[in-house]
């Protein structure tokens, strides 16, 4: 017998202890928190949710966001001497970067001036426009350098919706899939929630992120719901993503 009524569960309910790898906290070096207050409003906002150890992973995109280890360091230092003025918020905070695959990537892989997660995972990103150019020969690249591709929220990317083997094929490349919660409650659309919902489904994540930039991002994902099937298929994920990053 169908169930057309499936009981709806909240995603945030199930997220305690999450090592979140793909945020935009660090004060004032992306389109992210402007401020320290900022960055400690979205803090409290996890910490309400039970997310207290954070991967901070804020753009590094040639001619938008000139990013660097010096001025990233710069704002996670900021960050951490004003936390130790905040009574009450107890968190963990680490620092890498979400890199475009774009003109200026591979010069700095090349240079050894990516920031990878824990050393091993560089989170990259692609143009929500069109694909990368260099994506295949940059991701060729990344695993010579005995690093980890982990891609941020293939569902975002639109184009590669009417071809559903390039999925397939980037994963045979070796590049991991990370992700955004938001996807799943509909943030960026109904196009996006569905094909996470298809990515999920075919066990195609291997790590989930926020993404979160503003407030309002954490509001959102109080709000997801899912159905049982859904979350039977993002629980292994949730804890893949705690057992690799967690501290």
């Given at each position: 017998?169908?169930?057309?009524?499936?009981?709806?569960?909240?995603?945030?309910?199930?997220?305690?202890?999450?090592?979140?790898?793909?945020?935009?906290?660090?004060?004032?070096?992306?389109?992210?928190?402007?401020?320290?207050?900022?960055?400690?409003?979205?803090?409290?906002?996890?910490?309400?949710?039970?997310?207290?150890?954070?991967?901070?992973?804020?753009?590094?995109?040639?001619?938008?966001?000139?990013?660097t280890e010096e001025?990233?360091?710069?704002?996670?230092?900021?960050?951490?001497?004003?936390?130790?003025?905040?009574?009450?918020?107890?968190?963990?905070?680490?620092?890498?970067?979400?890199?475009?695959?774009?003109?200026?990537?591979?010069?700095?892989?090349?240079?050894?001036?990516?920031?990878?997660?824990?050393?091993?995972?560089?989170?990259?990103?692609?143009?929500?426009?069109?694909?990368?150019?260099?994506?295949?020969?940059?991701?060729?690249?990344?695993?010579?350098?005995?690093?980890?591709?982990?891609?941020?929220?293939?569902?975002?990317?639109?184009?590669l919706k009417p071809?559903?083997?390039?999925?397939?094929?980037?994963?045979?490349?070796?590049?991991h899939f990370q992700?955004?919660?938001?996807?799943?409650?509909?943030?960026?659309?109904?196009?996006?929630?569905?094909?996470?919902?298809?990515?999920?489904?075919?066990?195609?994540?291997?790590?989930?992120?926020?993404?979160?930039?503003?407030?309002?991002?954490?509001?959102?994902?109080?709000?997801?719901?899912?159905?049982?099937?859904?979350?039977?298929?993002?629980?292994?994920?949730?804890?893949?993503?705690?057992?690799?990053?967690?501290?």
């Amino acid at each position: 017998m169908f169930h057309f009524f499936q009981k709806k569960i909240f995603l945030a309910d199930y997220l305690h202890g999450l090592v979140d790898i793909h945020n935009h906290i660090l004060p004032g070096i992306d389109d992210g928190a402007k401020t320290v207050n900022k960055s400690v409003e979205l803090l409290r906002g996890f910490s309400d949710l039970g997310v207290t150890e954070f991967i901070c992973t804020p753009h590094i995109m040639h001619n938008y966001y000139n990013n660097t280890e010096e001025t990233i360091l710069s704002a996670y230092t900021m960050l951490k001497e004003h936390l130790s003025k905040v009574d009450s918020l107890e968190v963990s905070l680490d620092f890498a970067a979400e890199h475009m695959i774009d003109d200026n990537f591979e010069h700095l892989l090349s240079t050894k001036k990516v920031l990878p997660i824990k050393g091993e995972y560089l989170l990259i990103e692609m143009s929500y426009l069109q694909p990368s150019i260099n994506f295949d020969v940059s991701v060729e690249k990344i695993t010579k350098e005995r690093l980890f591709p982990v891609l941020a929220h293939p569902e975002r990317y639109l184009y590669l919706k009417p071809k559903k083997g390039e999925y397939i094929r980037y994963k045979q490349k070796g590049v991991h899939f990370q992700l955004n919660l938001l996807s799943l409650g509909g943030h960026y659309g109904a196009d996006v929630q569905k094909i996470a919902h298809s990515l999920l489904d075919s066990g195609m994540y291997e790590y989930v992120g926020s993404d979160v930039h503003k407030i309002h991002h954490i509001e959102a994902l109080k709000s997801v719901k899912l159905n049982e099937r859904l979350l039977n298929k993002i629980l292994p994920v949730l804890e893949n993503t705690k057992s690799t990053f967690g501290s």
